[in-house]
C-alpha cells in the first residue's frame, strides 16, 4: 500500500493514531473506500464523500451501532464518523460458505427478535443516496404507507420512472395493505440488506454492512435478500425459520415487501423498476 496523505491525514486526526499506509477499495458505488494501515498494525475502512447530505455518514454509523448493540449479528467496528467521512474497523474480504450462510440465517432471526421501540427510528436516514424518513407511526402497514412507498413513489413519477396508471395501481394497492399485511412487534431491521451489503470474510464469518437501519417488519429484510439474490441463500433462511419461524403466508408477501425497494430503485436508475414495481402491485389487486 501507497500512502495518500491527504486521506491519511484526516484518519490521523479521528482516530489518534498514525496512518502508515493506505489503499483504495473497489466496489463502493456511492462512496470512496480506502483501506488504512495503522501503526499497531490493526486495518481499518475509511469512507470519504465529497459534499455528502447532511448526516450523511451520520447516519451509517449510528445504524452500524444499533445493529452491533444487541450483539447478535457481526457488525463492524465504528471508530470514528464527521460530516465528511465514516472508519470503520477492516474486515479481511473471504468467500461464502454453506456454514457460513446458516449462522448468518441464525444470527440475523436473533437480530430482529432483538427488537425496536417502535416502527421507524428516531431520526431519518438514508438508502442509498436517497432521503429516507423514519419518524414512527402506530402500526407497520401505516409506516410501511407514508414512510416506505408513499415517498418514492412520488418521487419516482415525479423522475419519470412510473406511467400515470402504473403509480394508480401502486397507490391504490396501498390503500388496501391494512388487509394485506399482518401485525408484529417492531423487528430491529438492517433495511438494505442485499447482497452487496452481506460481506463474507476469510475466518468464515457473514458481516452486515451500509445499513439503513430501522423498526420495521421482519420480512423486509428477508424481501429484499430474495430479490437481489445471496449465496446459499436457501441455507439462510432454512436456519432463520429453525430460530424464528415466520408467520403463515409469508411467501404470498414476499413480493409485497419487494415494492420498496422496486420503486427506490426506480427513483434513482430509472429503468424497468417502476413497470416491475407496477406489475408487483397488480398482483395484489
Known amino acids: 500500500m501507497t500512502r495518500q496523505p491527504a486521506v491519511a491525514r484526516r484518519a490521523e486526526q479521528l482516530l489518534g493514531t498514525a496512518v502508515v499506509s493506505t489503499a483504495p477499495v473497489a466496489g463502493g458505488d456511492i462512496a470512496t473506500a480506502t483501506k488504512l494501515r495503522l501503526n499497531d498494525g490493526t486495518m481499518a475502512l475509511m469512507k470519504t464523500l465529497p459534499h455528502p447530505p447532511e448526516g450523511f455518514f451520520a447516519a451509517e454509523a449510528r445504524g452500524l451501532r ?88 412520488k418521487l419516482a413519477h415525479d423522475r419519470g420512472a412510473l406511467e400515470y396508471d402504473e403509480a394508480a395501481a401502486i397507490e391504490t394497492l396501498v390503500g388496501r395493505l391494512t388487509t394485506l399485511l399482518p401485525e408484529e412487534p417492531p423487528a430491529r431491521l438492517h433495511g438494505d440488506l442485499w447482497n452487496g451489503n452481506v460481506l463474507w470474510d476469510r475466518d468464515g464469518g457473514a458481516w452486515l454492512i451500509d445499513p439503513a437501519a430501522y423498526g420495521g417488519h421482519r420480512e423486509v429484510d428477508l424481501a429484499m435478500l430474495l430479490l437481489f439474490g445471496l449465496p446459499h441463500l436457501d441455507r439462510v433462511l432454512a436456519a432463520y425459520q429453525d430460530v424464528a419461524p415466520l408467520a403463515e403466508g409469508w411467501e404470498s408477501r414476499v413480493a409485497l415487501h419487494q415494492l420498496f425497494p422496486l420503486l427506490v430503485h426506480a427513483a434513482t436508475f430509472g429503468g424497468g423498476y417502476g413497470a416491475r414495481a407496477a406489475e408487483v402491485a397488480r398482483g395484489y389487486l
Do not use: K
Open 66 to 153: 444499533w445493529l452491533a448493540e444487541p450483539g447478535a449479528a457481526l457488525v463492524p467496528e465504528v471508530l470514528a464518523d464527521e460530516q465528511d467521512c465514516l472508519i470503520i474497523r477492516w474486515i479481511e474480504p473471504g468467500r461464502p460458505s454453506p456454514e457460513a450462510a446458516e449462522a448468518l440465517g441464525r444470527s440475523l432471526a436473533a437480530l430482529h427478535r432483538a427488537g425496536a421501540e417502535g416502527f421507524g427510528a428516531p431520526e431519518d436516514g438514508f438508502i442509498g443516496r436517497l432521503p429516507m424518513p423514519n419518524r414512527s407511526a402506530p402500526t407497520w402497514a401505516e409506516f410501511y404507507a407514508v414512510r416506505r412507498l408513499l415517498p418514492y413513489l
